[in-house]
């Protein structure tokens, strides 16, 4: 079964930085397109940013774009979220999944930005 572990979330001032970090223990890891998705508190899961199995193509959600950066150590299997300028609206938990998503997701970790 495959696990989904995610960490680096935290309670950040507005305008400061995280990395979020995404380790899966999946086999075909480096052929997988990874995705970061994120819920707030009483809404759905949204779309953040994915990332090719190569680390060559990225795509962002408009809210996040030239704020945040997806990348990859497929030696670790391992994916990557480097927030920065984060805003309270980016309050949330976020997630990792591959793309498509597997039916077990992980705990998430928590983002929490103060104005």
């Known amino acids: 079964q495959v696990q989904l572990v995610e960490s680096g979330g935290g309670l950040v001032q507005a305008g400061g930085s995280l990395r979020l970090s995404c380790t899966a223990s999946l086999r075909t890891f480096s052929a997988a397109t990874m995705n970061w998705v994120r819920q707030a508190p009483g809404k759905a899961r949204v779309f953040v940013a994915s990332?090719?199995?190569?680390?060559?193509?990225?795509d962002y959600a408009d809210s996040v774009k030239g704020r945040f950066t997806i990348s990859r150590d497929n030696a670790k299997n391992t994916v990557y979220l480097q927030m920065n300028s984060l805003k309270p609206e980016d309050t949330a938990v976020y997630y990792c999944n591959t793309d498509p998503p597997r039916a077990t997701w992980g705990q998430g970790t928590q983002v929490t930005v103060s104005s």
């Open positions: 990332i090719d199995w190569s680390g060559g193509r990225t």
